[in-house]
């Protein structure tokens, strides 16, 4: 009869996961990248991303608005994200 109270997350949790569903979301329509946004996706420090684009594990190019850009497949692949798919077989 002693149960524990379930955990509920705040407003503030509601709001960082629709920051991380709109990110997911974007990343899914291209397969390009913010290096920052992919941090946040994958909860990894931005440093790490920056240093791969500067040792050249990753490429890093340049967008229309003059942003830099990953290729998020190529990221996944370099830290070992597995990207998540449904296969029929």
């Known amino acids: 009869m002693n149960e524990e109270p379930k955990e509920v997350g705040g ?3 509601l709001f960082e996961q629709m920051k991380r569903d709109e990110i997911a979301d974007a990343a899914e329509q291209s397969d ?3 290096p920052t946004a ?3 996706l994958r909860g990894i420090w931005p440093q790490r991303v920056y240093q791969a684009i500067r040792t050249h594990k990753i490429w890093g190019g340049t967008c229309d608005c003059g942003s830099t850009v990953i290729s998020l497949s190529e990221a996944d692949m370099v830290f070992g994200f597995k990207k ?3 296969d029929a077989s």
Do not use: N
Request: charged share 50%.
């Open 11 to 13: 407003i503030d949790d």
């Open 32 to 34: 390009t990248i913010k």
């Open 38 to 40: 992919y941090a946040k």
């Open 84 to 86: 998540d798919t449904e």
